[in-house]
């Protein structure tokens, strides 16, 4: 892991391979490194509108320094006007991210508050991410190994920092991992290995303890795959703790659709279909690492949806743990089938809300796009809470309605209810009036769905990677930071 430390000296005479420095329109240097201008005889605003950089959010150039300050590389970064905490963690990530293969650097960016400290070193740390694991060629380039963040601030932000990029390496790691790597009982297995290093409480139910305690859902997804079905409850306590939150993520390890089999091109990334556990057990770590006031609970409901002749088949009628039918018209529709199971043993906790989080549906994709998750919920104020987390996280996210008409659709001619709605239109939200059954009256509850949001098919920008993004990670912790407004 790449580490971070503040350092308050000047920028132009710290030693390291590479000086990251964010400007602002007209190529001022970011506050804290005003005599880098000087060192460079006054030239270097002109020379960086030469090369033609204007200071521009999302801009980067790179100028050799030729001695004129102590880092051989400068790398300028455009910070727009006044940036705000997404626009430093982004500037941050993208010229760390640039960096690959040099060994130091330092970041000069507006850091005088401890807030725009964290964000610097944050946006810094999730830049430096590579997944190698399975190159064997060595053409990769490491990431930077060691960043220094130039700030005045000695408090805990870079440690926070640390905290937060650990846990979405985490999960970027486990939604990257292939699926012959990633069966549900070996996420349980690394999820029980680092919670309990964290120093959570894991217990594990198998396939066996799934099917005498009666979670159908989770039961009947699995049970087309040769690797076996697992819940796993991750538990976090605080001696001055008042609020109890439940998360409950979708990991299906692996979704082929089952029967209702997905078209190849709909396939060939279903490994990521385990993002929401994976952000689940993230947050949970990160919980318990900065030791938040809070009572946490997690569930990861893990299965493998696959055809095979001992899958479930369309039309069979399941028994979920709360009790209601279901008919599964639709075994594509698997998400829903294990979160229905996750939500109604959450419920037993007696948390103060239960939020889940899923790679639940294509019409999330259609309705918001590849990068904006959106949020469901039974009580408004809980919607807004996580739409607010998620934007101070710089997580996008909208909040969406669940219009009760849509329930008729989900009418079974011989069950309590069916997995798949007649239409099409509103197919986000229909998963979500699907997932309102089974939350128990008088439980505060909310979906996230981040279909699109868990796994970036294009390229890196920001801080993001190509793959695994670790989204929704650090929101499920904003909330956790958020407890005395649930
Ligand atoms: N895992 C998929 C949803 C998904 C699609 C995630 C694209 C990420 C990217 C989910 O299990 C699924 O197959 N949903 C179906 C539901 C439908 C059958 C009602 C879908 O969205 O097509
Ligand atoms: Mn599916
Ligand atoms: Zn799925």
Sequence with gaps: MTTVRLNSADPVSIDTDALIVGFGPGNTPASGAESLEAAFGGRLAGSLDAVGFSGKAGELVKLPTFGAIAAPLLVAVGLGDSPDLEGLRRAAGAAVRSLAGTSRAALALPADTAEQAEAVALGGLLGAYAFSRYRTNGEQKAPVAELTVVSGESGPAAERASVLAESVALVRDLVNTPPSDLWPAKFAELAEQAGGKAGLSVEVLDDKQLKDGGYGGIVGVGQGSANPPRLVRLAYSHPEAGKTLAFVGKGITFDSGGLSLKPAASMDWMKSDMGGAAAVLGAMIGIARLGLPVNAVGYLCLAENLPSGTAQRPSDVI???????????????????????GIARAAEDGPDVIVD????????IVALGWRTAGIMANDDAVRELVVEAAGAAGESAWGMPLPEELRKGLDSPIADIANLHPERWGGMLAAGIFLKEFVPDGVRWAHIDMAGPAFNKGEPYGYTPKGGTGAITRTLIGLAERHASI
Excluded: C, F, N, P
């Design 319 to 341: 028994h979920s743990y709360s009790g209601k039918t279901v008919e599964v018209l639709d075994t594509d529709a698997e998400g829903r089938l294990v979160l229905m199971d």
């Design 357 to 364: 989080v899923a790679t639940l549906t294509g019409a999330q």
